[in-house]
């Protein structure tokens, strides 16, 4: 049968979610992109690549336009609206306080311990400026890096945008990483100044920062880097170097609030931001001002039908993708209120997340299965503490959305009112690439389909399409705006690794199955496969079996091998708040995978844990497990 292939090369997909939830009427009805727009943006995508793409374009502001909306010259060496002139954070910021939206809110920021600060856009553009003024007179200049080694605060925010407003790259490093991290990324990028802070709360707990920096620092050349930028969060003691160390706020003090916006082209470097590192070691992916500024804002406003009167809360650490596009520059591009909030979803109890909701009337709330799955252990008690009845769209993004998962967070959070919108993209996308709109019709597990300009598909190994049911690798099959731009100091991954793998389609790294509707079912890594007996499954198809029994919050599955089948699962489960381990409970487990997956699925063992080791970007470790 033609697209039929070795089924050795397939994956079994095992689990068949039926359940088909419809948007509500009043949701079809007030939606910015209603189904016939959905149908019309589809139809001049297939038609015309670049015309979808360069109406997106137009909704912002540019200081020079285009000569060609995408080179194609150098595939896969893309470069997308070449010979355009813009800045990001000129459509982040100054396009708004032109506007009504000057005197709107921008940031509204929680700490742990309970205090706030918010800024509207005026605020946050002059505070951008003074900052941007002071990294000038560091010598930050266009094109040189800029290390941010900071947790959730305002000033975080402000680094990013300061750097982007006078040219220079940021790079976010995650502030759960070791000293030994922030080396080699200084090492790697040999950046002007590194941004950090005293130290900042985490799960009642104050974590040192600066000392982390000072460490980090101790076996770098003199010179690298000149300058170390601190904020005064904790207001811990720490040692300043007098020769290197300034502190934030004598720098902004008396600089000026205005700083013009530097003149970059669409394809200059805006950050550079490391893949988290589940899978070999971390990647440093290059995006640049243009392409990633459309698809962000395209992305941003269509997929979660924003609003004027939104309130948008994404609970991502601006450490990694999430943050960047969807908790910094999607929601300020947009012009809309973001929310970001320093500390633990569980401290001081497990209500904190629904109690930000409540206290701030967020309307759109984006966060992660791991977050729905360790909230979930702990019931509905918390949840119905909360008047969460301003919530009007729900989102996940970051590994497979188990269904039971996804009905919690539809029940128990949404009220059955809103939308779930599970999401998939990477790292190396930028922006959301398959996901539902809230016009969708949705099926609890599934991404759904590519959104408007986005050819995606599910193929074997050669790039033949596998039949609707069969899982095969994900692969991306055309170009799109917020593509990364290249590799850190590897010239040939982009041709090589990510459109080599599979030649002439970009080679995402998943697993993935589409049904008869075309919906997308996102199975897991493509190295996070078990091959029992020749069957070859994936790791997320029976964790989803695991955690569709009531007693479990978490599990991760590994192979490990057998002498008779090849290899045999083991499973690692959390258990919920309340539920205790015993022998009884692990043969129902067993039972329990037997009746979801059928007998094809040999578990060998299953291992109760307090918890999962986790990547900080909160995917499971299955590496560590192993």
């Given at each position: 049968m033609e697209g039929s292939v070795d089924h050795k090369e397939t994956l079994d997909s095992l689990l068949h979610e039926e359940r088909v939830f419809r948007p509500l009427p009043q949701m079809i009805i007030e939606a910015g992109v209603n189904p016939q727009d959905?149908?019309?943006?589809?139809?001049?995508?297939?038609?015309?690549?670049?015309?979808?793409?360069?109406?997106?374009?137009?909704?912002?502001?540019?200081?020079?336009?285009?000569?060609?909306?995408?080179?194609?010259?150098?595939?896969?060496?893309?470069?997308?609206?070449?010979?355009?002139?813009?800045?990001?954070?000129?459509?982040?910021?100054?396009?708004?306080?032109?506007?009504?939206?000057?005197?709107?809110?921008?940031?509204?920021?929680?700490?742990?311990?309970?205090?706030?600060?918010?800024?509207?856009?005026?605020?946050?553009?002059?505070?951008?400026?003074?900052?941007?003024?002071?990294?000038?007179?560091?010598?930050?200049?266009?094109?040189?890096?800029?290390?941010?080694?900071?947790?959730?605060?305002?000033?975080?925010?402000?680094?990013?945008?300061?750097?982007?407003?006078?040219?220079?790259?940021?790079?976010?490093?995650?502030?759960?990483?070791?000293?030994?991290?922030?080396?080699e990324r200084v090492r790697e990028l040999n950046p002007k100044v590194v941004v950090t802070v005293d130290g900042f709360y985490r799960n009642g707990q104050v974590i040192r920062l600066k000392e982390e920096v000072d460490r980090a620092l101790l076996d770098t050349p003199q010179d690298v880097p000149e300058s170390?930028?601190?904020?005064?969060?904790?207001?811990?003691?720490?040692?300043?170097?007098?020769?290197?160390?300034?502190?934030?706020?004598?720098?902004?003090?008396?600089?000026?609030?205005?700083?013009?916006?530097?003149?970059?082209?669409?394809?200059?470097?805006?950050?550079?931001?490391?893949?988290?590192?589940?899978?070999?070691?971390?990647?440093?992916?290059?995006?640049?001002?243009?392409?990633?500024?459309?698809?962000?804002?395209?992305?941003?406003?269509?997929?979660?039908?924003?609003?004027?009167?939104?309130?948008?809360?994404?609970?991502?650490?601006?450490?990694?993708?999430?943050?960047?596009?969807?908790?910094?520059?999607?929601?300020?591009?947009?012009?809309?209120?973001?929310?970001?909030?320093?500390?633990?979803?569980?401290?001081?109890?497990a209500d904190r997340m629904w109690n930000i909701i409540s206290k701030y009337g967020v309307s759109i709330f984006y966060t992660s299965p791991t977050q729905i799955r360790t909230l979930m252990r702990f019931g509905h008690k918390y949840p119905e503490q909360h008047d969460l009845s301003t919530l009007r769209i729900l989102g996940a993004v970051g590994e497979p959305f188990n269904p039971e998962a996804w009905i919690w967070l539809y029940e128990n959070i949404g009220k059955g009112q809103c939308p779930v919108l599970d999401t998939w993209w990477q790292t190396e996308t930028g922006m959301i690439m398959i996901s539902p709109m809230p016009v969708s019709v949705l099926k609890p597990g599934s991404v759904t389909r590519p959104l408007p300009g986005i050819y995606a598909d599910v193929v074997d190994r050669e790039g033949n399409p596998v039949p609707a049911g069969k899982g095969g690798f994900l692969v991306i099959k055309k170009p799109w705006p917020s593509m990364f731009s290249g590799v850190l100091g590897d010239n040939e991954a982009v041709r090589n690794h990510y459109w080599g793998h599979i030649p002439?389609?970009?080679?995402?790294?998943?697993?993935?199955?589409?049904?008869?509707?075309?919906?997308?079912?996102?199975?897991?890594?493509?190295?996070?496969?078990?091959?029992?007996?020749?069957?070859?499954?994936?790791?997320?198809?029976?964790?989803?079996?695991?955690?569709?029994?009531?007693?479990?919050?978490?599990?991760?599955?590994?192979?490990?091998?057998?002498?008779?089948?090849?290899?045999?699962?083991?499973?690692?489960?959390?258990?919920?708040?309340?539920?205790?381990?015993?022998?009884?409970?692990h043969r129902e487990l067993k039972e329990h995978i037997r009746r979801e997956l059928g007998p094809i699925v040999i578990v060998r063992s299953i291992e109760f844990c307090d918890e999962l080791p986790k990547t900080s970007s909160g995917k499971i470790k299955r590496s560590a497990l192993k």
């Open positions: 959905l149908r019309a943006a589809r139809e001049l995508a297939d038609n015309d690549l670049c015309a979808y793409w360069e109406e997106a374009a137009e909704k912002l502001d540019w200081f020079t336009k285009w000569e060609k909306v995408l080179d194609d010259s150098n595939a896969p060496d893309y470069r997308w609206f070449a010979g355009a002139r813009c800045n990001i954070v000129y459509n982040a910021l100054d396009r708004h306080i032109e506007t009504v939206n000057k005197n709107r809110l921008a940031l509204i920021w929680e700490g742990e311990p309970g205090d706030s600060r918010q800024y509207t856009y005026y605020e946050l553009y002059r505070a951008v400026n003074r900052f941007a003024n002071g990294l000038k007179r560091l010598g930050v200049g266009k094109g040189d890096h800029v290390v941010l080694y900071m947790p959730q605060l305002p000033e975080t925010v402000i680094s990013m945008l300061a750097c982007a407003r006078i040219g220079a790259v940021h790079c976010l490093v995650f502030s759960g990483f070791s000293a030994r991290l922030l080396r170390v930028v601190v904020v005064h969060r904790a207001n811990v003691e720490v040692d300043m170097d007098s020769a290197r160390d300034c502190w934030y706020e004598d720098l902004v003090r008396h600089e000026r609030s205005h700083a013009p916006a530097e003149i970059m082209a669409a394809d200059d470097p805006l950050f550079i931001l490391h893949t988290s590192g589940t899978t070999g070691s971390p990647k440093g992916m290059i995006h640049s001002h243009g392409g990633y500024m459309v698809g962000v804002h395209r992305t941003f406003k269509w997929v979660f039908d924003l609003r004027p009167t939104d309130i948008f809360w994404c609970s991502a650490d601006p450490g990694w993708i999430t943050g960047h596009s969807y908790l910094v520059y999607g929601p300020l591009l947009a012009g809309t209120t973001t929310v970001m909030y320093e500390g633990h979803s569980l401290y001081p109890q002439g389609m970009f080679y995402a790294g998943d697993v993935a199955r589409k049904d008869e509707d075309g919906y997308f079912w996102i199975q897991g890594r493509a190295d996070d496969v078990l091959n029992i007996s020749g069957h070859r499954i994936g790791t997320a198809e029976v964790e989803s079996a695991l955690t569709s029994h009531p007693h479990v919050a978490e599990a991760a599955v590994i192979g490990v091998a057998d002498k008779i089948k090849g290899q045999v699962a083991k499973a690692h489960v959390t258990l919920n708040h309340g539920i205790t381990e015993s022998d009884d409970l």
